[in-house]
């Protein structure tokens, strides 16, 4: 008796490696009803850009801020130990603003929260605080601004307060831990240095011999307040410049400088 059925075993010797022609057709039949499917989806849908992917972005976020902060914080610990130069106060706080253009708010707090860490751990918490305020507050201050196309004149100005809050934080500090008044100390160079420009003033015969006497306090502690404030005005301005031409090249521009920078930049070039 004949049947027309194959046995299994006939199945097998005909299918000797145990593929499964029917399920692989129908999973060819799929396939290529799925690919006619897309080809007849309109273009609108099609030109939509592909959205980003959050799972793999907040990972990246945390290896950037991690980086950046160590590299500030690197930064911070090579100049104090190796006193390469006073040039790398320009770089402090370049890093963390660059996790501001780059992740925002929160990333940048961060960035410097991880920095004042890392270096009360490396450097305990007195040098910790001296990076912190001013140069992580500076790093945080300039990204924001920078994020925001603010002009370099504001964002020089807040940054000079910044600054100078952060000098005379650190003249507080050393005051308190020398137990000596560094405050006086620097007015009295202050006084010395006045006394000297009237001196030569006075040689030049553009002043009496009267004026000598007229230097009082408030005029000193005037004087020392508008130094201070200069000088970190021109450094916000080399920070500003430093950014400007390190920063583009990394593709995360700041807004651009005065015209007159820009004219005085392209005769240097």
């Not at 790093?139 to 600054?163: D, E, F, K, N, Y």
């Not at 831990?177 to 001196?199: H, P």
């Not at 970190?232 to 920078?261: K, M, S």
Request: proline share 6%.
């Amino acid at each position: 008796m004949s049947s027309s059925s194959n046995s299994p075993d006939q199945d097998a010797a005909s299918n000797p490696r145990g593929f499964d022609l029917e399920r692989l057709e129908q999973e060819l039949a799929e396939a290529e009803a799925s690919l006619s499917y897309s080809a007849e989806l309109p273009e609108a849908e099609l030109a939509q850009p592909l959205q980003p992917n959050l799972s793999t972005a907040a990972p990246l976020m945390m290896v950037e801020t991690a980086f950046l902060s160590s590299t500030a914080s690197l930064l911070w610990l090579v100049s104090y130990y190796l006193s390469i130069g006073p040039w790398m106060r320009i770089l402090f706080p370049v890093p963390i603003a660059l996790v501001y253009l780059r992740w925002g708010n929160r990333a940048a707090w961060m960035s410097a929260v991880v920095c004042g860490l890392l270096l009360s751990v490396l450097m305990g918490p007195y040098l910790s605080l001296l990076f912190f305020v001013p140069y992580a507050l500076l790093g945080v201050q300039l990204g924001a601004m920078w994020r925001r196309r603010a002009p370099w004149l504001t964002s020089i100005s807040l940054g000079t307060l910044i600054a100078s809050f952060g000098f005379f934080l650190r003249m507080a500090l050393l005051s308190l831990f020398l137990g000596e008044d560094l405050w006086s100390y620097l007015t009295n160079r202050i006084t010395d240095l006045i006394q000297w420009g009237l001196s030569k003033l006075i040689d030049w015969g553009l002043l009496g011999l009267g004026d000598l006497g007229e230097i009082n306090l408030t005029t000193v502690q005037i004087v020392t307040l508008a130094v201070v404030l200069c000088s970190d005005f021109i450094y916000l301005f080399t920070v500003h410049l430093a950014a400007w031409l390190l920063l583009e090249r990394l593709g995360n521009p700041i807004p651009n400088p005065p015209r007159w920078v820009q004219v005085l930049m392209d005769e240097q070039k």
